[in-house]
């Protein structure tokens, strides 16, 4: 099993959108082909990408993680079934680099991830969700996943009634479940924030029948506690589906505060890109195994080499991997929703093209989707992003 | 005040040295000249780089850091001084940057804070260290700092008298506390590494007449509990002046245990980037604020913007600002533990030229150093680094 080449890109995913925190004008992503080559004169190409709320990382994949992944020794790719092991190549990349400071370089590794996945998976004639399975679940994958609508994004001049237009667009779609943001955009002062927030949350509220378990509200970490406390005493009436990202990702502690308060499920972890960050929002963040929704992004984290860390520090930890619903939309979180059993996955109807969204030929119907047999991650079966992808 | 223009290099600090976790033998730095224009029509040019341990960030600064940091706003700029104010540049350059993920765009920021700082001091036409003072101080800055030199690695044929000779090298340039790596070169198992680690330690104990306050131990983090455990009750009769980074910089939860069975002082956060990440250190870390020693290093974790706020949130947990010992041994923080009170600063009289030492006419006298009076960081006053810098 050997590296054949490495090849990198960058595209844009900007919008015009924002959310509470930053704005996505100038947001970019990288995207990689892996070709690798298995001992009996098979090749496979996969391919992988970064999704939204963090860069792309050219500079950090041509300086380190490109050379040193070429440079990873063959014996270490070899899985025991006979197929690619990407845990061989996240060490070769990880060579010479010093434990703590995980962000940038998480992106980069995940991004080569991914890639490796889809080669794996190709290798082995399987779609991912199935290769995942095989190897880790005594070949017990779900038949669909449960998948929710994100959108609900600041932009210039958009009012309660083209914010209901868009959450429409989604149950137009199959979805049943939809996100929206909150915290205001950035810059507008808190009092106001959240007096315009009770309108449109009641705004989309009602075009969901009034049931709260059908609405996400999501902060992007935006709040100090006095913020998620005032918040979370308006939002608790509703009884929503969850109340997402209200703090600072790394601050435990005041997490530990707010679920003391605040009754319904909280979600968070998108912006922890480690098994030890994750590991210390379970330690010391005081979130609650019955209902919280952990939102770790493979894509973003060092990729499903670390994930598969993760989620093991998550059972040695009392909490199930239906706990766990991927931030990024992607396929690739997709399939691991569906081979390893998490409680599903995010999806960006409208926003992040072509890197949001999954394959063409696979409706949403009551918010559940079903994954394609294609071997890989399922990246040629959707044409948008495949057109992006095949140029490399 | 305005950003007139910012130049980028990247220089090798490639060694043969290794400490227990990486090797050094591709470890590179970027370097930075950033030029200020005050409103009066006079011009400085600060320069900055990042220590070692973490790589040069050309991708991150061509990619966002520098374009942001030449669109700030001039009045953010301005300081009540009449001076230059970094925190308006850091602002701009954290700039639709989410929370979380404090890695790699740290050292990019902390590299250009370095030479805002500078920019900043050469503008006052005072030493960094004065103007810290006089800023946040009253004036009131130290005469000298306390250093010591950081050793001892492992490098492929050294052996104990090797060792001892290049202690005694440090003793001779007026150290009188040293450092040397411990915890076994990559790969050493770990009852291999002890045995040997035991005889190293005691052949530099009697070169410094046998008195554990003058020798401090670095693991760099490779340990889980229960080497560190074992190294912990090997360490503790040699009464040791710290015991360095014996864990994952992030597992707190282990640090607490460590904390309540060894006695003596430890020494960690050379590996945590943020004001965050060391709170998180300072909640649920178990450290002792009587005896253990901080190292956050303001050149790979956002600058100096980021490490007054450090300073602050320390405070306000009752750690004074002389339980901080930076990480690096540059003239940088050796600036800031003089003008803002810290313990003292590492130095590295022999590896990572030539970003390691001081000012060439600043003799070391009982492990104590005195300051420059030169506008700046001082780095006109070091031949060696002046000459990598001045061709930026």
């Known amino acids: ?113 991914m890639a490796l996945w889809d080669a794996a998976a190709k290798l082995a004639r399987k779609p991912l969700w199935k290769l995942l399975a095989d190897r880790y679940r005594g070949g017990a994958a779900d038949e669909t996943a449960w ?16 914010l209901v237009e868009e959450m429409q667009r989604y149950l137009d779609l199959g979805y049943s479940v939809v996100k929206m943001k909150i915290g205001g955009a950035p810059g507008t002062p808190l ?7 009770v309108s449109r949350i009641e705004a989309v509220l009602k075009l969901l029948g009034g049931d709260g378990s059908r609405l996400c509200v999501d902060v992007n970490g935006r709040f100090g506690l006095h913020a998620a406390l005032a918040y979370g005493a308006a939002l608790e009436p509703y009884r929503l589906r969850w109340y997402e990202e209200p703090l600072d990702p790394l601050d435990y502690a005041t997490h530990a505060a707010l679920a003391e308060h605040y009754p319904g499920p909280l979600a968070t972890g998108e912006n922890l890109f480690s098994m030890q960050d994750a590991r210390n929002l379970i330690r010391h963040g005081g979130l ?16 499903l080499v670390e994930y598969l860390r993760t989620l093991s520090m998550l059972e040695q930890h009392g909490w199930p991997a239906r706990r766990c619903v991927p ?13 390893l059993g998490l ?31 294609a071997p890989g991650i399922g990246f040629e079966a959707k044409a948008s992003l495949w057109a992006v992808l095949k140029d490399l």
Request: without cysteine; aromatic residues 10%.
């Open 1 to 113: 099993m050997r590296i054949v080449s490495v090849r990198d890109g960058v595209v844009p995913i900007a919008s015009a959108i924002a959310n509470a925190y930053i704005d996505f004008s100038k947001m970019t992503a990288s995207v990689v082909a892996v070709t690798v080559a298995d001992g009996g004169g098979r090749q496979a190409t996969g391919y992988g990408f970064n999704s939204n709320g963090r860069y792309a990382q050219p500079g950090l994949l041509k300086e380190r993680f490109i050379p040193r992944l070429l440079e990873t020794s063959p014996a270490t790719l070899e899985h025991a079934d006979g197929g690619l092991e990407p845990a061989g190549a996240w060490a070769a990349m990880m060579k010479n680099e010093k434990p703590g400071g995980h962000g940038e370089r998480s992106v980069a590794v995940g991004v080569l991830d």
């Open 288 to 303: 609650r195994p019955d209902r919280d929704i952990l939102q770790f992004d493979p894509a973003l984290s060092y990729g």
């Open 343 to 373: 409680g599903g996955n995010e999806s960006y109807p409208e926003v992040f093209a072509p890197f949001g969204g999954f394959a063409d030929a696979t409706p949403v119907q009551d918010s559940r989707i079903r994954l394609p047999d």
């Open 327 to 339: 931030h990024g939309g992607h396929q690739f979180a997709l399939n691991i929703a569906v081979g």
């Open 191 to 197: 009092r106001e924030a959240l007096k315009e927030d």
């Open 147 to 162: 998948i929710y609508a994100a959108g609900g994004y600041y932009y210039p001049g958009k009012d309660n009634a083209a």
